[in-house]
């Protein structure tokens, strides 16, 4: 087998990159789509919420606002929390206050990150989003983001935020999204940095008080069905911008679809291809050795023989094909994570190292039995072979 691999080895080496390029891709765009599917349940999870309030006028990214809070300098009165929760149909009601950005200059980080006051109720969804999370955290502690400090954010770990120390309470698994950046904090304790901070002083003589207002509303209701009409109803309490998360979601969640199918049709496409040239190139290169063939038939060697020749040549240059498409697929995919992560282009989860393995042995398996498929027929027509008339006619050939 490996003898006539080698005879023909420029056929070999095409069969093998199309195999290769096939489980590649197919790999990469699944891992992407676990990811990608991954980290919108995750912005699900964490926004808990059907509608989200912010200041009229506010130039905020719905889909950032409710992935990743996109925390601007808005604020408005916290009444409005309080008017929010008298209108009929709304069940809950949890506030979050954004702070400035911090840099190196003020703050033990060592890169640019956001504060964001929140409530108890979005302290419980974050604790769902690390196995150290925890319902309350002390009004003296900190939720730090998946990829701050270097992953050194441990349980106890004193920081400085704006001249104050802090403990970190726990840290978030990374999500791809700007909350990988940002440090949560009690409602109250970012109002107090927030009102010392001679960056904001300005903002406090514009909107007054920090310890009167907030940034965003977070808002579930009592019927997903009438979202628009308690949105309506929401929208008439005063200046204010309502965005509805399900049409966000609907939205992120077909470009999401769009951007798979694309890769997913690319990636069958390939498979397809390779499939046909891994049986075009078993077809040419079994019927281009008839004549050996048939001589092996005159020296004794039995039909089963022949098959399994023919067969394990399929499958040793599949095997081969996998093993390096799958090296390639991981790469592939790490580099789109890394770009996506990057920009925060969409909300992404890794897969875990089971559904990494599941998707390895997936696309093996695949491929193999293309393999198997590509020579069944081959070793049909070769164990039909009539040695004395296939010799002659290779002769003539």
Same mark, same amino acid.
């Given at each position: 087998?490996?003898h006539?691999? !080698?005879?023909?080895?420029w056929q !070999?080496?095409?069969?093998l990159?199309?195999?290769?390029? /096939? ?7 699944w891992?992407?789509?676990?990811g990608?599917? /991954?980290g919108?349940?995750?912005g699900r999870?964490?926004l808990?919420a059907d509608l989200l309030?912010?200041?009229?006028g506010?130039?905020v ?7 990743? /809070?996109?925390p601007?300098?808005v604020?408005?009165?916290?009444k409005?929390?309080e008017?929010a929760?008298?209108v ?7 506030a979050?206050?954004f702070?400035? !950005?911090? %840099?190196?200059?003020c703050?033990s ?5 956001r ?6 109720g979005?302290? %419980?969804?974050?604790?769902?989003? !690390?196995?150290l999370?925890?319902?309350?955290i002390e009004?003296d502690?900190v939720?730090v ?17 704006l ?11 990374p999500?791809?999204?700007?909350l990988?950046y940002?440090?949560?904090?009690p ?8 009102? %010392? ?5 300005p ?7 920090a310890? %009167?207002?907030?940034?965003?509303l977070?808002v579930?209701?009592d019927?997903?069905?009438k979202i628009t009409e ?10 204010l911008?309502?965005?509805?998360a ?7 969640k077909r470009?999401?679809m769009?951007?798979v ?7 069958? #496409? ?7 040239? #891994? ?5 040419s290169a079994v019927?281009d050795?008839k004549?050996e063939?048939?001589?092996y038939?005159?020296?004794g ?10 067969i394990?040549?399929?499958v040793?240059?599949t095997?081969?094909?996998t093993?390096?498409?799958?090296p390639?697929? #991981?790469v592939?995919?790490?580099?789109a994570?890394a770009?996506?992560?990057?920009q ?11 559904a990494?393995?599941a998707?390895?042995g ?6 193999l039995?293309?393999g198997?498929?590509a ?5 049909v027509r070769?164990t ?6 296939t010799m002659a006619?290779?002769?003539i050939?």
């Open positions: 087998m490996f006539s691999l !080698s005879r023909r080895r !070999s080496l095409a069969a990159a199309g195999v290769a390029l /096939g489980v590649g891709l197919l790999l990469a765009v891992l992407l789509y676990r990608l599917s /991954g919108l349940e995750r999870q964490c808990g309030i912010v200041p009229a506010t130039a990214d719905p889909d950032q606002a409710l992935f990743a /809070g996109s601007l300098n604020y408005m009165d916290e409005y929390a008017m929760r008298k009929p149909g709304v069940r809950r009601v949890e979050q206050f702070t400035q !950005s911090l %840099h190196m200059d703050c980080l060592g890169t640019e990150v504060l964001v006051g929140i409530e108890p979005v302290e %419980h969804r974050l604790a769902t989003m !690390s196995p999370g925890r319902e309350r009004a502690e939720i983001g998946g990829r701050l400090l270097n992953g050194v954010g441990r349980p106890g770990t004193m920081i400085e935020l001249g104050d120390l802090f403990r970190i309470g726990y840290q978030l698994e999500s791809g999204t700007s990988d940002s440090i949560f904090l409602i109250d304790t970012a109002r107090k940095l927030a009102a %010392h901070s001679e960056a904001l002083k903002t406090w003589q514009e909107f007054g008080p310890d %009167h207002l907030v940034s965003a977070l579930e209701v019927d997903p069905g308690v949105a309506f109803a929401l929208g008439e309490l005063g200046p911008k309502i965005i509805q399900a049409e966000t979601f609907q939205r992120i470009l999401l769009a951007f199918v694309v890769l997913a049709g690319a990636g069958i #496409l390939t498979a397809t291809a390779s499939a046909i040239h #891994l049986s075009g190139h078993v077809s019927w050795r004549g063939w048939a001589l038939r005159a020296l060697a039995t039909k089963l023989r022949l098959a399994q020749l023919v394990g040549e399929s040793m240059l095997m081969a094909g093993v390096v498409g799958v390639v697929g #991981l592939f995919y790490r580099l994570y770009r996506l992560a990057a925060n282009a969409f909300p992404f989860v890794p897969p875990p190292t089971v990494i393995l998707a390895l997936g696309g093996v398996l695949i491929y039995l293309l198997l498929l020579s069944v027929a081959p070793a070769v039909q072979l009539e040695p004395a008339s006619q290779g002769d050939d």
